[in-house]
């Protein structure tokens, strides 16, 4: 069992971006239980409220890197830190509260399981391959595949779907869906990438 010195060791450990990072996870996992709760209350408010959590996220996101930039210290910690904050906050969140929406069938459910995955791949990749892309220059100067945050667009467009009444459910050869879930399987997809080459600012 860790002593408490050990536990104080650890925070000091972090830098002051981490912080930041953690916020980042803070959000993604509230983003989850205030879905669940629309789930178990039927409370609109709490879908709402898990769906403007995931944005809030991003802002920690964006700003752990520039002060870790800022003060020079970002590192492996700080890295896998990120990732792993990301895989919750634009990952599993996004997935869990149009879940909640309704786009719910055994199809739907595999969809937003794609999705997930894909995220979190597509971290993987990117904590690999960056110490190979900055090798020479010190930076990683682009993305492979569309960063995992971009799943804020098909979140605000199922969003805007579900206010209006409608994720548009269909029915082919007997298997139900809703139209919606497309656009995970699309981000997913845009994701994992490989041709696909985004500049990094």
């Known amino acids: 069992m860790a002593t408490p010195r050990r536990h104080f060791s650890m925070i000091r450990g972090f830098h002051a971006a981490d912080f930041f990072t953690l916020l980042n996870g803070f959000c993604g996992i509230a983003a989850i239980f205030q879905a669940m709760e629309f789930l178990a209350t039927n409370e609109r408010r709490r879908l709402y409220v898990a769906a403007l959590l995931v944005p809030i996220a991003l802002v920690f996101d964006v700003l752990d890197g520039r002060i870790a930039r800022w003060r020079h210290s970002a590192g492996p910690m700080g890295r896998e830190l ?11 969140a996004p997935a869990a509260i149009v879940f909640a929406a309704g786009a719910s069938t055994l199809l739907d459910q595999l969809v937003l399981l794609y999705f997930a995955l894909c995220g979190l791949s597509r971290l993987a990749r990117y ?9 020479e220059t010190g930076k990683v100067t682009y993305f492979e595949g569309t960063p995992i945050p971009t799943s804020l667009v098909p979140l605000a467009l199922v969003m805007l779907a579900f206010v209006r009444g409608s994720l548009y459910p269909v029915d082919v050869g007997g298997v139900r869906f809703h139209l919606v879930v497309l656009l995970f399987l699309i981000s997913g997809s845009l994701m994992i990438s490989k041709t696909l080459r985004i500049p990094k600012p």
């Open 82 to 92: 990120d990732s792993l904050a990301d895989v919750i906050s634009f990952g599993v």
């Open 127 to 135: 904590n690999v391959t960056a110490e190979q892309m900055s090798a």
